[in-house]
């Protein structure tokens, strides 16, 4: 059974970073693209950032200059640091990757239980 697990969430001031993890587990063929996504409260889920298994990254406009994807297919881990964080980035973030669960299987999506971020101003 897959999961997706994030961790680093919290309450950081305007201004401040913060860095989320993403760890895939199970059985794992292969992972494709993995990325982040949030919600805000009364707001659509909305793309942060992705990052393919070959390392191209896509941002939001919103965050672009101020986040960073990475991965390490090594650890089945994406992460995403977050700097310059302002009260709008408050949000439920959410892991997200295209992945084989084992073989034979196909290319299936997933997603982890989210981690709160509030930044305060």
């Known amino acids: 059974q897959v999961q997706l697990v994030e961790s680093g969430g919290g309450l950081v001031q305007a201004g401040g970073s913060l860095r989320l993890s993403c760890a895939a587990s199970g059985t794992i063929r292969s992972i494709g693209v993995m990325g982040w996504y949030r919600q805000a409260p009364g707001k659509q889920r909305e793309l942060v950032a992705t990052?393919?298994?070959?390392?191209?990254?896509n941002y939001a406009d919103s965050v672009k200059g101020r986040f960073t994807i990475s991965r390490d297919n090594a650890k089945n881990t994406v992460y995403v640091q977050m700097n310059s964080l302002k009260p709008e980035d408050t949000a439920v973030y959410y892991c997200?990757?295209?992945?084989?669960?084992?073989?034979?299987?196909?290319?299936?999506?997933?997603w982890g239980q989210g981690t709160p971020v509030t930044v305060s101003s």
């Open positions: 997200n990757a295209y992945l084989r669960a084992g073989w034979g299987t196909p290319l299936r999506e997933y």
């Open positions: 990052i393919s298994s070959g390392g191209s990254t």
